[in-house]
């Protein structure tokens, strides 16, 4: 492959899927935090037990935020526990109104959002996925026990520890390691423990809730999922950012890329 | 360096967009309705469908939230709170071919039915209680109702502050579960007034605020239009979903 030369890399499928997932990503995150605001603590447990507390952020007292993680307060007035209100004035609250939908505090509004959202995400991860597998675009994104050797140099090639990436195709090793954990793991687990959180779905299939550790510890797989998808989600805008901003984004528009020196190494 | 502050502050600024332009959105009739349409496919797609899990009694919660409007004070709920609810009557109407009114003395009469089920919140807290009682299907099905009976409404003794009345309803593939029940006791004795004494709805595949207390009044109706806000319930008419199984 040649650097410069300009190649159709994301099929329509892909880039329509890629965008509406985007939107809804948003719309998930902070109408999931305005839910979560409605009981701010996580339990690892089936039913609420103060004694399995994991998180908890919550306002001791007026103008006090306080966070407390596996029994350990930190105060995080201003940021957590009390914050603004979406109104222009403060209140306890877990998360602020700058980052909830509806900014202000209205657990009917953030659900319906959450709940539309959610099937938008479902039905666009399903399009990407069937779309993936029957034109086998998904073989150049999905991590093979081959790429498991070429993390670590591939890591250190990160790092400026090494001068040279390892051989790879379109996608590098650990970029594949990254898409098949948010693509086959973390966004089918969250679409999952969200589901176990559902009393009727719980109703038909038990063994879901069960196996997050019950109905509480569902609540705290989402959050912690939700965490780990929004650590992907910054991984991946600043790597975009920094490897040729506009070169990705017009490829996610158009589908057309100009290849780089880093694409293709040797294939 | 430059750059990475550019992408926090465009991270953090789409975020936070996010809120504000939700919140703009929010108010929007038509953006209300098409996320209206996720409750269709919830209902759709995951229903009613299996039996809740049944728990032991060593599962039961210590302390069960007590998380509605406050005790009834009308003069007729504290008239029947002082005398036992001994003149109680459950009134059971609309398009059925044989109207009930049922006293407590009848409803303790009839099959009773015991389940340790858990209740989820829409705020997010589940707690773990022994219900038992009559199952709604039971009631229903001794009422017989019409062929154009679509719903089941329950009217209660509960006012909101502004007088509003609290009322729920289910259709018939919820009302006819056979965990769906009309509790006269909670963990063995009878349902205390501050948790919908003498009669309350308990219905373990749906949110907590379908779980009408202080139940007087079923009632069989082909629609829910005509009904106060015609959502089909109090927080419904508040803009929660009428479908609470998720």
Known sequence: MQTGKTVYRHSAVTRLTHWLFFIAFLALVSSGLQIFNAAPY??????????????????????VGTTVIFGHAFTTTGWLGWTDDGMGGKTGRAFPGWITIPSYQDLADGRRWHLFFAWVMVFCGLAYLIWGIARHDLRELVLRPSDVPKLLPMQLYYLRLRKEAPLHGKYNPLQKLAYTLVLLVFAPLIVLSGLALSPSFDATFPWVTILFGGRQFARLWHFVLMVALCGFFAMHVILIATTGLRNHITSMITGRYRLGAHDGVGL | ????????????????????????????????????????????????????????????????????????????????????????????????????????????????????????????????????????????????????????????????????PYYESLDFSQALHPQTLLALKQNGAPITPDRGAPVRLKIPTQLGYKSAKWVRHIQVVPSLAHLFGGQGGYWEDQGYQWYAGI
């Open chain 1, 42 to 63: 996580l339990d690892a447990s089936d039913k609420t037990d103060p004694a399995r507390r994991v998180l908890q952020i919550y306002a001791p007292a007026d103008n």
């Open chain 2, 1 to 164: 360096m430059k750059r990475q502050l550019f992408i926090a502050t465009s991270l953090s600024a789409a975020l936070a967009g996010c809120g504000a332009i939700g919140t703009k959105l929010t108010g929007n009739d038509r953006v209300h309705a098409i996320l209206d349409a996720g409750e269709n496919l919830d209902l759709a797609l995951i229903g009613t469908h299996g039996l809740v899990r049944e728990y032991s009694t060593r599962d039961i919660s210590p302390d069960f939230p007590i998380n509605s409007l406050d005790t009834p004070v009308d003069a007729t709920y504290v008239h029947l709170m002082r005398t036992a609810f001994t003149s109680f009557r459950l009134v059971v109407d609309g398009v059925v071919d044989r109207p009930l009114s049922l006293s407590l003395a009848q409803l303790n009469a009839m099959p009773q039915t015991a389940q340790i089920t858990r209740h989820d919140c829409v705020e997010g807290w589940s707690a773990i209680a022994q219900w038992s009682g009559v199952a709604l299907r039971d009631v229903v099905a001794m009422a017989r109702p019409r062929k154009e009976a679509g719903f089941i409404v329950f009217r209660t003794f509960d006012r909101d502050a502004n007088g509003v």
